[in-house]
């Protein structure tokens, strides 16, 4: 980790690796055993004005303002591109400050870069529309543009891909950004910066600033309020979200948050158990259940509840626990003591009234100071916090249910919506429930659902906007009405269109004879030209088209206001000035 050429100990901003005026730094740790990683710039509302304000005047460089899709899908490819080449020691530095293990990080960083090449394609589809006027004389165009600066707040349960999903998206339609990584995995965030430097981004536009908790709330404020922010995009809870969103009101800014869950797990009596069993161990325990789409609430069908809580169980008890950089390691650590004790608060809460623990409920200090045993609780009730709340840790609470009616009430039950998961084989069943089920996501008999091509997001308390897909773009993007009067088009007489037809017809046809000319001189490889010396693969030259006559549009028997209003309408829409070839 040490020797790593992207590990970085500075913010970048405006094109330079800077530190906080103040001096101040915090430390990254390792949450497996505690070590300290290194540390970054602890910066407050006047670093992070200096970050608003490179992304503000790079936006109107004309550089950067006057990009073409293709240029900035070119610098999203070498983004991408040097990515690829530095996957191990991005994930390296990832599951250092993060815990989870090595095949996750690598795992995330293959999917944080799909999302690079996916906005370095989408940039190129930012497509406008054409209305037909119900007006004469008039066309009606609608265009898609970049709002502006974009802040984008991230968390640190995958700092890699919520990065990369975000700014490509902004990126790609033409804003610049500001991203504030979190406390916890600031590290990922900075050498992802240090491709973006190396990808040749303008100055200003990828900025990335670093802060302790400290000074989070106040860095918050900032983006939202500032009149130099255009949008936020924010994936974290559901009540830093919904401060955000308040603070955004006053500038009526626009917002794109990804919030917390309570996923619900339903497990009919139909269901292939075998696929139900990898389901839940892939849904519940990536990053030791610190995911905002982890399964909370296991819903299992009465006549198949038994059954799998045993085979769940002996699943959960072979998972390999420990540091995550040693091989064969499935689960590392939580991300910090707060976590940690949450974690087991709920736990305690369970038992405390009268849920059974049937594997794990303890931490595991022999491990270190962070880690949590996989645990399996049944017997849940509506009064528990294990039932109400996100988790976010290695445990799989249980809800015993008899009806398909009753386990729709259960996990629809909730402020929440972001993910939901069920395994039936009953075919009706599952139409019914994907449509009665409350929530942005659904995993049908299938427990990984995230992917670049879907759009990712939630409804009720879970959030607003999609990320991700053709629809992660227009959280950048704004929709610009325009209205072309007074064209003049019925003022032109049929003989017009009809010669201006002909000439383009003319045009055509000369266009094909001329590539024919060029593709039919190729020899028989037996005819005596290959013995001339001439080199039989050169192509003749494209011989001169003749003048195409578009000087005789313009009729000399037509009025001079007529061929005067002919010759603008050729100007003005196909670019041919007529008025030179007189």
């Given amino acids: 980790m040490h020797s790593n050429p992207l590990k970085q100990s500075q913010a970048y901003v405006n094109g330079s690796w800077i530190g906080a005026r103040s001096g101040a730094t915090f430390d990254v740790q390792n949450p497996a055993n505690g070590a300290v990683l290194g540390a970054v710039p ?10 608003i304000d490179a992304a503000y005047e790079a936006f109107y460089e004309p550089r950067w303002h006057n990009s073409t899709a293709k240029e900035r899908a070119a610098l999203l490819k070498n983004w991408h591109a040097l990515m690829e080449k530095n996957r191990q020691e991005i994930a390296s530095i990832m599951t250092a400050e993060s815990g989870k293990p090595l095949a996750e990080s690598l795992g995330e960083v293959a999917y944080g870069n799909s999302f690079v090449e996916w906005f370095a394609e989408e940039a190129r589809r930012i497509y406008g529309e054409i ?10 165009m609608m265009t898609r543009n970049p709002v502006g600066v974009a802040g984008l707040i991230t968390p640190w349960n995958f700092p890699h891909a919520m990065i990369t999903r975000k700014a490509a998206a902004a990126i790609a339609a033409g804003c610049t950004v500001v991203i504030k990584p979190a406390e916890d995995t600031p590290l990922t965030a900075l050498a992802l910066a240090r491709l973006a430097e190396e990808a040749g981004f303008p100055k200003g536009v990828i900025n990335v600033i670093t802060s302790s908790r400290t000074h989070a709330a106040e860095i918050g404020q900032l983006l939202c309020g500032s009149d130099k922010v255009a949008a936020i995009s924010f994936t974290g809870s559901t009540e830093v979200g919904k401060l955000l969103y308040r603070q955004c009101a006053d500038g009526v800014k626009r917002i794109g948050l990804e919030l917390g869950g309570n996923a619900p797990f339903i497990v009919f009596k139909s269901a292939d158990m075998e696929k ?5 161990m892939n849904s519940k325990f990536r990053n030791c259940g610190q995911t905002c789409i982890s399964a909370n609430r296991f819903l299992i069908q009465d006549e198949v509840h038994d059954e799998f809580v045993a085979k769940l169980i002996e699943r959960i008890r072979k998972l390999a626990i420990g540091d995550g950089s040693r091989d064969g390691v499935q689960i590392g650590p939580l991300i910090n003591q707060a976590q940690l004790k949450k974690v087991d608060q709920f736990v305690q809460d369970a038992k405390d009234k009268g849920a059974k623990v049937h594997t794990g409920g303890k931490t595991l200090p022999e491990l270190g100071p962070l880690y949590y045993e996989p645990t399996v609780v049944t017997d849940l009730r509506d009064n528990m916090l294990l039932y109400n709340e996100e988790v976010f840790g290695p445990v799989v609470s249980v809800v015993r249910f008899k009806t398909e009616a009753e386990a729709l009430a259960i996990a629809n039950g909730t402020r929440r919506g972001l993910a939901g998961y069920f395994f039936s084989n009953d075919l009706n069943q599952v139409f019914r429930v994907a449509r009665q089920l409350e929530t942005g996501m659904i995993g049908i008999n299938e427990g990984l659902i995230s992917a670049t091509e879907a759009a990712f997001g939630g409804i009720k308390e879970s959030g607003i906007g999609r990320e991700g897909s053709r629809h992660g773009i227009d959280e950048y993007v704004y929709i610009k009405y325009l209205c072309y009067g007074n064209l003049h088009i019925q003022d032109l007489d049929g003989s017009f269109f009809e010669k201006f037809g002909s000439i383009l017809r003319q045009k055509s046809i000369q266009n094909d004879e001329s590539v024919r000319a060029r593709l039919e001189p190729f020899p028989d490889e037996n005819e005596a030209e290959a013995e001339s010396g001439a080199d039989p693969t050169t192509l003749p030259p494209v011989a001169e088209a003749e003048d195409s006559g ?7 028997s037509d009025s001079e206001d007529q061929q005067e209003k002919q010759a603008e309408f050729i100007e003005d829409v196909f670019g041919w000035n007529l008025a030179s070839r007189t």
Avoid: F
């Fill in 276 to 280: 139900a069993l990898t389901g839940a």
């Fill in 550 to 556: 578009t000087e005789t549009l313009l009729d000399e």
């Fill in 131 to 140: 209305v037909p006027s119900p007006v004469a004389n008039r066309q009606i």
């Fill in 42 to 51: 602890d910066m407050t509302r006047d670093d992070v004005q200096l970050a």
